[in-house]
């Protein structure tokens, strides 16, 4: 019984995985006509993959979903507004201030400003630039969590709010340096960890489907699209503010 | 025995990181149940085993690609860029040929396709899309509808870095499609679609495609890394978008003609 749920999801994982195998085999054997490099260690990671991908999947229904949905009732049964969005703004805050990808991000930011001259290429002033970067991508993820709880709780349509930023990014594309739009548009992907989307996706349903009038399908998604919107609109706002 | 040490090292070192990203979530829900919410966690045993699941499995993931598939990839993607195998051995280039990027375009496509697949957040997203619609979003119909943009998303944009034809150019059309789909499209989908362009970049897409970008604006003529390696990712997360509310309208207008 045990042992075929377990060969159900591990067959799952392989389905998952198989695609990359297939791309990197074709292009390495049929356009590149090389033999695969290192064979042992190449399957020995990809059993690695596999495994861990299926212990995440049964992670994902057995903790981070509903302890999401948990946290989202829990807050919803107090009824107290603001505790609501202080979650929801430090759940956005403190999951993207330590993420890697975007101190590397904010570090590569600051090489590239200060090779285009528009900063000084003092460390202090690297170091400087690259927090400040952080801080303002980690402020507005909070912020955007914020404002998509808001959402669910007063029923906004999300289109409206989307299609604004996406004005409001289009706009500021064309008076910020063309150094920062780069980063900027990447920021917007880079943030969302992989542990921090699931929970997201869950908190935002349990909101939906706690509240009477929210549909979970209608109000519950969305979070991560403000999420990947907001830092694009801070990182320029950033790079406005500090090249003036 | 070396590379097994080597190794061990390797995965301690993103478990400990993934410990790290969990961490910060620890504490503001702890925090919350003590100070806020006054209440004990039900099922509190279930959940710690799951979070301890979704850590370790996250971690043997990483290391797994790191070890596997993001050599290779990099290896590849560093390979078909290379001038020598896109013009031949001798020529001597001055001037990018965009047409000779074919297989350049197609990797691009196809390792987008993949590695989207394989993403542990979109996996997420689709079991939470497919359980609220109760089925009607089928889990693999989502994910190959968002594999599909981000693969013809990263193809574009390899595109974009040979021809060096600026960026804000391909997002703003890219917008400007977006809005006018939101007009049209059922309204129940809006909101997914926006969220599938947020998740498809995370883990696995990410160091390929960065690695692609990069490797790519430092061999084509005329291209600066700093400038035009960026802007991949920003591609993959706006094209999803577009297919996932294009299939939506598509999957409407054959259930209308049937009507």
Same mark, same amino acid.
């Given at each position: 019984?045990?042992?075929?749920?377990?060969?159900?999801?591990?067959?799952?994982?392989?389905?998952?995985?198989?695609?990359?195998?297939?791309?990197?085999?074709?292009?390495?054997?049929?356009?590149?006509?090389?033999?695969? *490099?290192?064979?042992?260690?190449?399957?020995?990671?990809?059993?690695?993959?596999?495994?861990?991908?299926?212990?995440?999947?049964?992670?994902?229904?057995?903790?981070?979903?509903?302890?999401?949905?948990?946290? =989202?009732?829990?807050?919803?049964?107090?009824?107290?507004?603001?505790?609501?969005?202080?979650?929801?703004?430090?759940?956005?805050?403190?999951?993207?201030?330590?993420? *890697?990808?975007?101190?590397?991000?904010?570090?590569?930011?600051?090489?590239? =400003?200060?090779?285009?001259?528009?900063?000084?290429?003092?460390?202090?002033?690297?170091?400087?630039?690259?927090?400040?970067?952080?801080?303002?991508?980690?402020?507005?993820?909070?912020?955007?969590?914020?404002?998509?709880?808001?959402?669910?709780?007063?029923?906004? &349509?999300?289109?409206?709010?989307?299609?604004?930023?996406?004005?409001?990014?289009?706009?500021?594309?064309?008076?910020?340096?063309?150094?920062?739009?780069?980063?900027?548009?990447?920021?917007?992907?880079?943030?969302?960890?992989?542990?921090?989307?699931?929970?997201?996706?869950?908190?935002?349903?349990?909101?939906? !489907? @706690?509240?009477?009038?929210?549909? &979970?399908?209608?109000?519950?998604?969305?979070?991560?699209?403000?999420?990947?919107?907001?830092?694009?609109?801070?990182?320029? $706002?950033?790079?406005?503010?500090?090249?003036? | 025995?070396?590379? !097994?040490?080597?190794?061990?090292?390797?995965?301690?070192?993103?478990?400990?990181?993934?410990?790290?990203?969990?961490?910060?979530?620890?504490?503001?829900?702890?925090?919350?149940?003590?100070?806020?919410?006054?209440?004990?966690?039900?099922?509190?045993?279930?959940?710690?085993?799951?979070?301890?699941?979704?850590?370790?499995?996250?971690?043997?993931?990483?290391?797994?690609?790191?070890? #596997?598939?993001?050599?290779?990839?990099?290896?590849?993607? +560093?390979?078909?860029?290379?001038?020598?195998?896109?013009?031949? +051995?001798? #020529?001597?280039?001055?001037?990018?040929?965009?047409? +000779?990027? $074919?297989?350049?375009?197609?990797?691009?496509?196809?390792? $987008?396709?993949?590695?989207?697949?394989?993403?542990?957040?979109?996996?997420?997203?689709?079991?939470?899309?497919?359980?609220?619609?109760?089925?009607?979003? !089928?889990?693999?119909?989502?994910?190959?509808?968002?594999?599909?943009?981000?693969?013809?998303?990263?193809?574009?944009?390899?595109?974009?870095?040979?021809?060096?034809?600026?960026?804000?150019?391909?997002?703003?059309?890219?917008?400007?499609?977006?809005?006018?789909q939101t007009l049209f499209a059922p309204k129940?989908i809006i909101?997914?679609a926006?969220?599938?362009?947020?998740?498809?970049?995370?883990?696995?897409?990410?160091?390929?495609?960065?690695?692609?970008?990069? $490797?790519?604006?430092?061999?084509?003529?005329?291209?600066?890394?700093?400038?035009?390696?960026?802007?991949?990712? #920003?591609?993959?997360?706006?094209? &999803?978008?577009? @297919?996932?509310m294009?299939?939506a309208q598509?999957?409407h207008?054959?259930?209308?003609?049937?009507?």
């Amino acid at each position: 019984m045990i042992v075929s749920i377990i060969l159900k999801k591990l067959k799952q994982a392989v389905t998952d995985l198989l695609p990359i195998i297939l791309v990197i085999a074709f292009f390495q054997i049929v356009v590149l006509k090389q033999p695969l *490099p290192q064979m042992g260690e190449v399957l020995f990671g990809a059993l690695l993959v596999v495994v861990g991908l299926t212990l995440f999947v049964q992670g994902l229904e057995m903790g981070l979903f509903p302890i999401g949905e948990a946290m =989202a009732h829990a807050l919803a049964r107090k009824g107290s507004l603001f505790w609501l969005l202080c979650f929801a703004f430090a759940l956005g805050f403190s999951t993207t201030v330590a993420e *890697p990808a975007l101190i590397a991000v904010a570090a590569e930011a600051a090489e590239i =400003a200060s090779a285009g001259g528009l900063i000084d290429s003092s460390q202090e002033t690297l170091k400087q630039y690259a927090f400040g970067l952080r801080m303002s991508v980690a402020f507005s993820v909070g912020l955007a969590i914020l404002i998509g709880v808001m959402r669910i709780i007063r029923g906004w &349509p999300i289109h409206y709010l989307i299609i604004g930023g996406y004005v409001l990014v289009m706009l500021m594309t064309t008076i910020a340096p063309p150094e920062i739009i780069g980063i900027a548009y990447d920021a917007g992907g880079v943030t969302t960890s992989t542990i921090t989307v699931p929970l997201v996706a869950a908190l935002g349903v349990g909101l939906a !489907s @706690t509240i009477r009038g929210r549909s &979970p399908l209608l109000d519950g998604f969305g979070l991560i699209a403000f999420a990947s919107l907001l830092p694009m609109i801070f990182v320029m $706002g950033y790079g406005l503010i500090i090249f003036r | 025995m070396a590379i !097994s040490v080597e190794f061990i090292h390797n995965f301690s070192k993103i478990l400990l990181s993934t410990c790290r990203d969990v961490l910060p979530i620890i504490a503001l829900i702890t925090g919350f149940q003590i100070l806020v919410l006054r209440q004990p966690i039900p099922h509190l045993r279930r959940l710690v085993v799951g979070g301890v699941y979704v850590v370790i499995g996250l971690a043997l993931f990483l290391a797994g690609l790191e070890k #596997a598939l993001f050599p290779l990839g990099k290896i590849m993607a +560093a390979q078909l860029s290379d001038p020598a195998f896109i013009y031949g +051995a001798d #020529a001597i280039v001055l001037q990018a040929d965009w047409k +000779a990027y $074919g297989w350049v375009y197609l990797f691009a496509a196809m390792i $987008g396709f993949a590695t989207t697949i394989a993403e542990p957040s979109l996996i997420a997203v689709a079991y939470k899309a497919n359980e609220v619609s109760a089925g009607t979003i !089928s889990q693999w119909g989502l994910r190959i509808t968002v594999a599909v943009g981000v693969a013809f998303g990263i193809s574009l944009g390899t595109f974009r870095i040979v021809t060096g034809t600026p960026l804000y150019l391909y997002i703003l059309v890219g917008y400007m499609i977006v809005i006018v789909q939101t007009l049209f499209a059922p309204k129940s989908i809006i909101p997914l679609a926006y969220d599938s362009g947020g998740v498809t970049t995370s883990t696995v897409t990410v160091p390929l495609v960065a690695a692609l970008g990069l $490797g790519l604006s430092a061999t084509v003529p005329g291209r600066n890394p700093a400038l035009d390696g960026f802007g991949l990712i #920003a591609f993959a997360s706006l094209f &999803p978008i577009i @297919t996932v509310m294009g299939y939506a309208q598509f999957m409407h207008w054959l259930s209308q003609r049937k009507k």
